[in-house]
């Protein structure tokens, strides 16, 4: 019998959360099927999904305290996949809405939110930072 490209698909992703959570000692077991009935859209920013489009993202990331289960999973696009990275459902959506100027040229940017929350992001580009660094001399 041959599987679906996208059943194997959800069964290679159901087994690496799985693995992830035994490893982070996370409690929920996850299934190709559960993963299959999540509504065909991104969660974050509600683009439509096709079969086999996107993955998934635990809202909760394991090292926040989130769980492998069903309720914690949800459809994700890969552009939201990639920005939300470890941050909670709270600091995610705060992050898509922030803007912060640039203390070199003005212009408003949003920052990294590993450099925001350490208080690093003054500037909007490497020509800023180089910048910034010249004018201190
Ligand atoms: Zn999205
Ligand atoms: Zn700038």
């Known amino acids: 019998m041959t599987q679906h490209p996208e059943e194997r698909r959800l069964n290679r992703l159901a087994a690496s959360y799985n693995k992830k959570a035994r490893q982070y000692g996370v409690s929920g077991d996850i299934t190709a099927i559960e993963l299959a009935r999540k509504p065909l859209r991104c969660m974050y920013c509600g683009i439509g999904l096709e079969v086999g489009q996107g993955t998934f993202d635990h809202m909760i990331p394991f090292d926040k305290g989130g769980t492998n289960e069903d309720l914690n999973i949800v459809r994700s696009c890969l552009t939201c996949n ?14 898509q809405t922030l803007v912060v100027a640039c203390e ?12 925001y929350i ?3 992001a003054r500037v909007c580009s490497r020509v800023c930072a180089g910048r910034k660094r010249w004018m201190k001399t």
Request: aromatic residues 14%; glycine residues 10%.
């Open 118 to 120: 350490n208080g690093r």
């Open 82 to 95: 990639r920005k939300k990275f470890t941050k909670s459902p709270a600091e995610f959506v705060e992050h």
């Open 104 to 115: 070199v040229c003005g212009t408003e940017y949003q920052p990294r939110w590993g450099e």
